[in-house]
């Protein structure tokens, strides 16, 4: 690698953006021109997942530096000769930290480029170690913060349609590995319902974001390709090197698994059931440029019943491990305030919820925890998330 080039920070690009210098690889070919828009290509897809490097002089810390530099020369009165030769000769002698503690957010966008990247690699290398690695990262984090990891999947699950596969398939990992925790299923269960959450749509990526993204309903021929999907995903999950039988039948089955007691059914068909609910409660809460997301409480309601209107045994664990309204999702107060659900209470139907708008229809300047558990401040209404006309600030939510 050439020894001014230095490796830029994750998360530092982003698609659609203007680059503002120029941007090479690891040995240090220009990829893109400085001023460049960073338009969705394999290209520019593969340069977020790998990293990507830029002359030390055009980065913010070396701009800093230099300025701090010449800073520092005039205050000393050195002679305008002087601080030029300073200015053309100065050099970063320690270059900045490739590694950065990223934020929650900025760690889910990572993963989610991750995820993305995966699930339409056509010819994976390493498949089974790089999903491993993507659900351990992400399981890491919900298990060190369950309710502000759901609050954040939940909240920008329903309010975006971009990248629908990848985003589903994360949020599908976490709600799985809450209600394996909450059935108490054996860690070979639990680790075979976490691999196909991920990749239960492997293969499918590309026509399940087509669909998320298209003003017009699905054709029949897209209806019928998403129906056999499961089959072909197992398929490709096989031949990636994924040896786990019942992680391939679960996602073979998760579209054909019917209701019914979860006790007598194989261990395959008990995931993909589980699966299947889960799958259908995600999508609920997620939009398409054809329709809006369905609100907390609604989604549940869709997975709580089964096919024939019974109490599904699958959903009902769901709903015991999220509640009725859960985290991320919108609601109405009795008080008249709109807030949003930040943490799963006691019990399924009292969350604790961060008041945003006020009872008057004016923002708060900052979110008010409040407790449903008391009458004045109970739930009086779940919302779709399109009905909160108020632009949310999570970072603040998440230091609740």
């Known amino acids: 690698m050439a020894t001014d080039l230095i490796q830029l ?3 530092s690009l982003r698609l659609g953006m203007t680059l503002p210098c120029d941007v090479y690889d690891a040995a240090g070919k220009l990829l893109f021109a400085r001023g460049q828009v960073l338009h969705d290509s394999s290209g520019a897809r593969s340069l977020l997942a790998g990293g990507a490097w830029v002359r030390c002089e055009d980065t913010l810390e070396y701009q800093r530096a230099r300025a701090h530099r010449l800073d520092t020369l005039v205050l000393q009165d050195k002679p ?3 601080i030029a030769k300073a200015d053309t000769s100065f050099r970063l002698d320690t270059p900045p930290p490739t590694k950065v503690e990223q934020g929650p957010r900025e760690a889910w966008s990572d993963l989610l480029l991750h995820t993305h990247t995966l699930l339409r690699d056509s010819e994976p290398a390493d498949f089974p170690a790089r999903v491993a690695q ?3 990262t992400a399981l890491k984090r ?7 990891t759901l609050m954040l999947l939940v909240f920008e699950s329903s309010h975006a349609f971009e990248d629908y596969s990848a985003r589903h398939a994360l949020l599908t990992l976490l709600l799985c590995d809450l209600v394996a925790q909450q059935m108490q299923l054996a860690a070979p269960l639990r680790e075979a319902l976490q691999g196909a959450a991920l990749t239960m749509n492997f293969g499918a990526g590309a026509a399940h974001d087509r669909l998320a993204s ?3 309903p699905a054709t029949p021929a897209q ?6 999907h499961g089959d072909r995903a197992a398929q490709r999950l096989a031949a990636a090197g994924v040896t786990d039988e019942v992680w391939l039948a679960a996602v073979r089955l998760h579209h054909d698994a019917g209701p019914g007691p979860l006790a ?3 261990d395959g068909e008990k995931l993909a059931r589980l699966l299947r609910r889960i799958d259908i409660f995600g999508a609920r809460l997620s939009p398409r440029r054809s329709r809006a997301a369905m609100s907390g409480a609604a989604a549940a309601r869709a997975v709580f019943l089964d096919e024939l209107g019974q109490p599904d045994e699958a959903g009902a664990a769901l709903i015991k ?3 009725l309204y859960p985290p991320g999702s919108i609601v109405r107060l009795a008080n008249g305030e709109i807030g949003i659900v930040f943490k799963r209470g006691f019990s399924a139907n009292e969350p604790l919820v961060a008041a945003l708008i006020g009872k008057s229809g004016s923002p708060l300047s900052n979110p008010v925890p409040r407790d449903t558990r008391l009458a004045a401040q109970a739930i009086a209404a779940s919302l779709a998330p399109a009905e909160m006309k108020l632009r949310v600030n999570l970072d603040a939510l998440l230091k609740l």
């Not at 919900?142 to 502000?148: E, G, I």
């Open 9 to 11: 920070p994750a998360q």
């Open 80 to 82: 305008l000769a002087d």
């Open 134 to 136: 993507i659900r351990d």
């Open 142 to 148: 919900l298990h060190a913060h369950p309710d502000a």
């Open 214 to 216: 298209q003003v017009d």
């Open 223 to 228: 209806r019928q390709a998403m129906a056999a």
């Open 264 to 266: 007598t059914r194989g």
């Open 321 to 323: 491990t999220v509640g």
